[in-house]
């Protein structure tokens, strides 16, 4: 069983209960090697990438939870379906599922960074504490690890 780390602790605490609201700017609690321009920009970004998550989300939900087969397929017959018919169906909700899944695990990480961004640890690795470096960021803007600890984590998890 793995020990909780106490900085990411700390960062969970700190961070707003309940989703909170990370639209308007907020100060930070200690510098930060990132400057308020970048966290700014930063922080747009995530509220940018949120907000086409949950569109996306949505939309998946409604079509892959909410049709029946004679809606999706635009099939109006009362002929009775084929049993290959039903397991492509649930191939694809299944499939939709799982992107709903992935997409709904990226809104959690980002609501996470945006709570660091609020509690001055953003762009701070969870492991080592070293500064995360700003490609990895615009790339990846809710990564919690640098590159030397992410690839060392993956390694563990092979």
């Known amino acids: 069983?793995?020990?909780?780390?106490?900085?990411?602790?700390?960062?969970?605490?700190?961070?707003p209960k309940g989703g909170g609201?990370?639209?308007a700017p907020h100060p930070t609690t200690r510098a930060?090697?990132?400057?308020?321009?970048?966290?700014?920009?930063?922080?747009?970004?995530?509220?940018?990438?949120r907000?086409?998550?949950?569109?996306?989300?949505?939309?998946?939900?409604?079509?892959?939870?909410?049709?029946?087969?004679?809606?999706?397929?635009?099939?109006?017959?009362?002929m009775p379906i084929h049993i290959a018919d039903l397991g492509t169906d649930n191939f694809e909700q299944e499939f939709t599922l799982g992107l709903i899944e992935s997409e709904e695990e990226e809104l959690r990480e980002i609501e996470e960074a945006l709570g660091?961004?609020?509690?001055?640890?953003?762009?701070?690795?969870?492991?080592?504490?070293?500064?995360?470096?700003?490609?990895?960021?615009r790339?990846?803007?809710y990564a919690r690890l640098c590159i030397e600890c992410k690839k060392k984590q993956e390694e563990v998890e092979e």
């Open 21 to 23: 609201n990370h639209d």
């Open 139 to 141: 790339a990846i803007p």
């Open 51 to 78: 907000e086409l998550l949950h569109g996306n989300v949505n939309q998946m939900e409604n079509e892959a939870l909410h049709r029946n087969r004679q809606d999706s397929s635009g099939d109006l017959s009362s």
């Open 1 to 15: 069983m793995k020990k909780p780390d106490p900085k990411k602790e700390a960062a969970r605490e700190a961070a």
């Open 32 to 49: 930060s090697a990132i400057s308020k321009d970048d966290l700014e920009r930063f922080r747009r970004l995530l509220l940018t990438r």
């Open 116 to 137: 660091r961004i609020d509690a001055g640890g953003y762009g701070d690795c969870e492991t080592c504490a070293k500064p995360i470096t700003r490609e990895r960021l």
